[in-house]
Nanobody, 115 residues
Framework: QVQLVESGGGLVQAGGSLRLSCVAS????????MAWYRQPPGKQRELVAA???????NYVDSVKGRFTISRDNAKNTVYLQMNSLKPEDTAAYYC?????????WGQGTQVTVSS
């Protein structure tokens, strides 16, 4: 089993910044992918950004140039630096890890961007 604990969400004005963190614990294999997903109210969950244990990253087009995903493998922690936030970034953000052929999710942290 793997546990994920997110932190760093909150309320911010448009143009502001937030940094999300997610700490993973449990049975984590060295080869894994960590990611952030988000789910706006009434919409489907979507991938925001992902990073492999080797450091390769990918982003959804709508956040490219504004968000940066990074990780600290020694701490099993993934971060999402969100700059130039827009009201459309408002969503519940979920941490995800794929390891050992399984998929695990955090409880989610709310990000609200006011206009």
């Amino acid at each position: 089993q793997v546990q994920l604990v997110e932190s760093g969400g909150g309320l911010v004005q448009a143009g502001g910044s937030l940094r999300l963190s997610c700490v993973a614990s449990g049975r984590i294999f060295s080869l894994n992918t960590m990611a952030w997903y988000r789910q706006p109210p009434g919409k489907q969950r979507e991938l925001v950004a992902a990073i492999t244990s080797g450091g390769s990253t990918n982003y959804v087009d709508s956040v490219k140039g504004r968000f940066t995903i990074s990780r600290d493998n020694a701490k099993n922690t993934v971060y999402l630096q969100m700059n130039s936030l827009k009201p459309e970034d408002t969503a519940a953000y979920y941490c995800n890890i794929q390891t050992g052929g399984r998929n695990y999710w955090g409880q989610g942290t709310q990000v609200t961007v006011s206009s």
